[in-house]
């Protein structure tokens, strides 16, 4: 699955999406340790921004106007904020050019691809998500099902 945040593009494995959903203004709350977190039938998860994990540039910071994805990895669920769905699409997985392997966050990274318009998709490795979140802002609680 392709999502976008500002001008950058990723893919995210379909097999690890449980669902993906526009949050309500209500549903998104901040716990005693900081984390953000959302109720989802009465059931809490943390949210990761992936602006913020990738310190991506994006006009779109409002939790209601963007997408969660809900994300399940090793039984840990978990959602991602994106700005949006851009579809799905088979893909080549490619490695990493040395020069995002010398950037900070590449364990959240598995390769890139190239889409359909030429653009690169850097492609998510979602239990590298949940190491760099939990580093990157001491996020220790994650949702169990």
């Known amino acids: 699955m392709n ?3 500002g001008n950058s593009y990723y893919t995210i494995p379909t097999m690890s999406i449980k669902e993906s959903f526009r949050p309500g203004e209500r549903d998104v709350f901040t716990d005693p340790d900081g984390n953000e977190m959302i109720m989802i039938r009465g059931l809490c998860y943390p949210v990761i921004r992936l602006h913020k994990l ?7 910071e409002d939790i209601c106007s963007g997408i969660i994805i809900m994300l ?32 900070k966050k590449t364990q959240a990274l598995a390769g890139c691809t190239l889409l359909g318009d030429g653009s690169i998709s850097l492609i998510l490795d979602v239990g590298g998500i ?16």
């Open 3 to 5: 999502i976008k945040i």
């Open 54 to 60: 990738f310190s991506v540039r994006t006009q779109i």
């Open 130 to 145: 949940i190491k760099s979140a939990a580093s990157h802002k001491k996020l220790t609680t994650f949702g169990k099902e």
């Open 72 to 103: 399940e990895h090793d039984g840990e669920v978990f959602c991602l904020f994106a700005d949006g769905l851009i579809g799905q699409q088979q893909i080549v997985v490619k490695s990493l050019p040395d020069y995002i392997r010398k950037l």
